[in-house]
C-alpha cells in the first residue's frame, strides 16, 4: 500500500470530523518459524466512545497467544482496562504535542488461549479532557503459535520520542528462537513506517473518519524471529511526521520448550475473616506447563462451577464458614494448596430497640438496646448529633432537665469491622410539674353579688384543677376559674385551688371570701289617689329590692306609716306587699304615707320615699228643687244644693228595677255646694218615687230620695 501523508498547517494535523471505518493490513501470511510463528490478527477502531471492541483473529487454537495493541489519541493521560482474562504488559503515554496540546498513548496485553476462545474482546479506556479531534483509538490483535504457555512473555520495553525515528529500547539476554513484536503508535494521520529489512509488518494502519479521510492516531506493528541470545538492541521504524509525539513497544515471546513441567504453587491461598454480606476473593498462583486446570475445594468438597484461579464469593454467609483448598493439575500431574480457613462474622444486630420515655423534671431515665453480633460489642448512644454516655447497652440521665428533652439513637459497633448497627430514633418527653404564676386573690362582696377566683399556672399539659373551700372539694369546681353567679353569708369562708399533673401537685394560697349584707331600697304606691273619705280606702303596695351589685329577694315585714303614726305592718312575698286601711283611718286631707323596712339577715334595712296620699270627703246633698217632674213634658231646671261637689260630678234618678234618668249640663258653682242641670222625663217612665243621686270624678257618692214622676 502507497504511503498516505497529510500536510501540516503551523505545525497541526489536518483533521476532519468523519466517522472512519478501519481498513487494516493484516497479513494472513502463516510465516513458520522454527518455534514460534505468526499466524493471523484483527484490528478495528473506536470514535469518541468510553471503549473499543476487538474481534478475535481467525484460526484461535489452544495455548495460542493473543497479543493485542491498544494505540489512542486524547486530550490527556489515560488509563485502559481489558478484560478480566488478559494482562497488561506494558502502558505508555506520550504528549502533549505542541499543536493542539493531545496526548498519544499505547497498552500491551496478551492472553493464552484457551479450548473454546471466543471474541469479541472490549477494552475501557478513561479519557481525559476532550478537545478537538481527541478520544480516538485504534487497535489490533495478533495471533501466534509455538509461545510457551506458562511463560509466553520474556520481555518489554518501551520509548517515546517526537523524531521522524521511533525507537524501542532493547531487552537483555533474550533466549534464542525467540520472537521480537515491535508495535509504534504516532500522533499523526499516515500509512508511511518502514522499518529494518530484518523485520516482517503485521500491519500498518490509520484511523479514518467516514472511512475515507485519515485521522489520528496511526500505528504498526512488526515481528521478526531472534536468533543467538543477548542483548536486542534497539527496534525502530521511520516515519514522514518529524516533531509529532510518538511511542514504540518492543515485547519478546518466548519459545515453547516443549518439556512438560507438573504445577506448583508459588502463592498459596491466605484465611480470610469476613462479614456477613461481604464478598470474599481466594487465589492461588502457580505455575507449570499449561493449561493449568483449577478446582477448589471446601472441607475436603468439591464446589460446583470453582474451577477458575480464583474464587468469589459476592455476598458471604454463615455457612459458607470452612477450610478452602484448590486442586492445581496439568497433564503432568496435579497439587494441592494449603487449606485457607474462611471465617464469618455476624455484624450487630438489633433485636430490642429502644422506645421513647417520658420523664418529669428530676427524674432519672434509662434508654436500653439489646443487640447481637459476632466479636465485643460497642455502643455509642446519641443525643441529636452529639455523643452521649459510656460504652454500654444502657443510657441512664439522672436526673433529667428540659435540656435532656429530642431525639436519642445509638450505634451499635463490634471489634469485628463489620458493618454497625444503628437504631431507631426514640424521643424524651421531659415534662415539668405546676407551678403557680398568679394566687387567687380575697375579695369581698355582697350578698346576691357575683363572685370569681382564679388562677395561672404553668406546667406540662393537661393541668387539672380541684376547687376547695375550708378544704373540702367543691364539686364541679375543676377548672382554672371557680365562679359563684350569687354568694349568700354561707358562702364566706377560705378558698384554695390544687392543681395538678403527671409530675405533681401545688396548692395555692388561701384566698379569704367575705360576704356582707346587700343594700335595700324600698318604694310604696296607691291603688287610689286622691281616695273618698268613709267610702273609698286605697290600697297600699310596698316593694323592697337589692341594690346592685347585690342580688336576691329580700324577706321579712314592713311597716306601713302616715308620718310618725303606724297604719299597719304585713310580711312581704317575692319582695312585695299591700296594705289597706280602713275608710276612715285616714281623714280628709293629706297624708305622708312611707313605708319602713328593718332588713333580715342578708339584706340592710331601708325607708322609703314620702307618698303623698289625698283624702277627699264625700258628696252631701241638703235640698233640691222641684221635688217632682211630669213624664213627656219639657225639659226642665233641676237645682241641687249641698256640699263637696266636684266638677265632672253625675246626676241621675234612680229606682231599683227601672230605667235610670240622666241629667244633663250639670253645672257645679265655683263653692261647689250647688248643681244646677236639666231633666226630662221620658213619657215611658213609670211613675212613682225616684232616688235622686249625685256621683264625683273621684268615686262619692251621695243618694237621697222624695223625687216622684207624675
Not at 364 to 384: N, R
Not at 578 to 607: E, K, Q
Not at 684 to 691: D, F, H, I
Request: with cysteine; hydrophobic share 35%; glycine share 10%.
Amino acid at each position: 500500500m502507497s504511503p498516505i501523508n497529510l500536510p501540516f498547517i503551523k505545525g497541526i494535523p489536518f483533521k476532519i470530523l468523519i466517522v472512519g471505518i478501519l481498513l487494516a493490513m493484516c497479513l494472513l501470511s502463516n510465516v513458520v518459524s522454527a518455534e514460534i510463528a505468526y499466524q493471523s490478527c484483527n484490528i478495528s477502531e473506536s470514535d469518541r466512545k468510553p471503549n473499543i471492541s476487538i474481534p478475535m483473529p481467525s484460526g484461535v487454537a489452544q495455548n495460542d497467544l493473543l497479543l493485542a495493541q491498544i494505540t489512542y489519541n486524547v486530550g490527556n493521560v489515560v488509563n485502559t482496562t481489558g478484560p478480566s482474562d488478559w494482562t497488561l504488559v506494558i502502558r505508555t503515554n506520550n504528549g502533549p504535542n505542541p499543536w493542539d496540546g493531545q496526548y498519544i498513548g499505547q497498552a500491551i496485553y496478551y492472553k493464552v488461549a484457551n479450548a473454546s476462545e471466543s471474541g469479541p474482546y472490549v477494552w475501557n479506556i478513561s479519557w481525559g479532557p476532550v478537545t478537538g479531534y481527541s478520544q480516538t483509538a485504534i487497535g489490533g490483535i495478533m495471533r501466534f503459535s509455538g509461545v510457551d504457555p506458562a511463560t509466553p512473555i520474556f520481555g518489554y520495553s518501551g520509548g517515546i520520542g517526537n523524531s521522524s525515528n521511533l525507537t524501542a529500547p532493547g531487552i537483555n539476554n533474550v533466549p534464542e528462537n525467540s520472537m521480537l513484536v515491535a508495535c509504534f503508535g504516532l500522533d499523526g494521520s499516515t500509512y508511511n513506517f518502514a522499518v529494518p529489512t530484518n523485520m516482517t509488518w503485521i500491519y500498518r494502519d490509520v484511523f479514518k473518519r467516514f472511512g475515507t479521510t485519515p485521522v489520528v492516531p496511526s500505528f504498526a506493528a512488526a515481528w521478526e524471529l531472534y536468533g543467538p541470545g543477548g542483548t536486542t538492541g534497539v527496534r525502530y521504524s521511520s516515519n514522514s511526521f518529524s516533531g509529532a509525539p510518538w511511542v514504540a513497544q518492543l515485547v519478546a515471546l518466548q519459545p515453547d520448550s516443549g518439556v512438560c513441567t507438573a504445577p506448583s504453587i508459588t502463592t498459596q491461598p491466605t484465611s480470610i475473616t469476613a462479614c456477613v454480606g461481604s464478598p470474599v476473593s481466594f487465589s492461588v498462583s502457580a505455575t507449570g506447563t499449561v493449561p493449568l486446570s483449577y478446582q477448589w475445594q471446601k472441607n475436603g468438597g468439591d464446589i460446583a462451577g470453582a474451577t477458575k484461579s480464583n474464587l468469589e464469593i459476592n455476598q458471604v454467609a454463615l455457612i459458607d464458614e470452612g477450610d478452602y483448598t484448590v486442586n492445581v493439575s496439568n497433564s503432568c500431574g496435579y497439587v494441592v494448596s494449603s487449606p485457607a480457613t474462611l471465617t464469618v462474622n455476624t455484624p450487630p444486630s438489633i433485636t430490642t430497640q429502644p422506645v421513647n420515655v417520658t420523664a418529669c423534671v428530676g427524674s432519672p431515665v434509662t434508654f436500653s438496646v439489646c443487640a447481637t453480633g459476632s466479636g465485643t460489642l460497642f455502643y455509642q448512644w446519641y443525643h441529636g448529633s452529639t455523643a452521649v454516655g459510656t460504652n454500654s447497652n444502657t443510657l441512664t440521665i439522672s436526673p433529667v432537665g428540659l435540656g435532656d428533652a429530642g431525639g436519642y439513637w445509638v450505634v451499635v459497633s463490634s471489634s469485628t469491622g463489620c458493618t454497625a448497627a444503628t437504631s431507631n430514633t426514640v424521643e424524651l418527653t421531659v415534662n415539668t410539674p405546676p407551678s403557680i404564676g398568679t394566687q387567687p386573690q380575697s375579695q369581698t362582696k355582697v350578698y346576691g353579688e357575683s363572685v370569681t377566683f382564679s388562677v395561672i399556672a404553668t406546667g406540662t399539659t393537661p393541668l387539672t384543677y380541684q376547687w376547695k373551700k375550708g378544704g373540702s372539694d367543691i364539686s364541679e369546681a375543676r377548672s382554672d376559674s371557680y365562679t359563684i353567679p350569687s354568694v349568700t353569708m354561707s358562702d364566706a369562708g377560705s378558698y384554695t385551688v390544687n392543681v395538678s399533673n403527671g409530675c405533681g401537685s401545688r396548692t395555692s394560697n388561701a384566698a379569704i371570701l367575705t360576704v356582707n349584707k346587700a343594700n335595700t331600697a324600698t318604694s310604696v304606691t296607691s291603688s287610689k289617689n286622691p281616695s273618698v273619705y268613709s267610702q273609698l280606702a286605697p290600697t297600699f303596695t310596698a316593694k323592697v329590692i337589692a341594690v346592685p351589685p347585690g342580688g336576691g329577694t329580700p324577706t321579712g315585714t314592713v311597716t306601713f306609716k302616715d308620718g310618725i303614726t303606724t297604719l299597719g305592718t304585713s310580711t312581704l312575698s317575692g319582695g312585695m306587699t299591700t296594705f289597706t286601711p280602713s275608710t276612715t283611718a285616714l281623714a280628709v286631707g293629706t297624708h305622708s304615707i312611707i313605708v319602713v323596712y328593718p332588713g333580715d339577715a342578708n339584706f340592710i334595712g331601708s325607708t322609703s320615699s314620702v307618698f303623698t296620699q289625698t283624702v277627699n270627703p264625700p258628696p252631701k246633698i241638703t235640698a233640691y228643687v222641684p221635688n217632682n217632674g211630669k213624664r213627656g213634658a219639657a225639659s226642665f231646671k233641676f237645682v241641687i244644693s249641698g256640699s263637696a261637689f266636684q266638677n265632672g260630678a253625675t246626676v241621675s234618678l234612680t229606682k231599683t228595677g227601672v230605667p235610670v234618668i240622666d241629667a244633663t249640663g250639670v253645672t257645679v258653682s265655683a263653692q261647689k255646694n250647688s248643681i244646677t242641670c236639666s231633666l226630662k222625663i221620658p213619657s215611658s217612665a213609670p211613675t212613682g218615687m225616684r232616688n235622686v243621686t249625685v256621683k264625683n270624678p273621684d268615686g262619692g257618692t251621695v243618694t237621697v230620695s222624695g223625687f216622684t214622676v207624675r
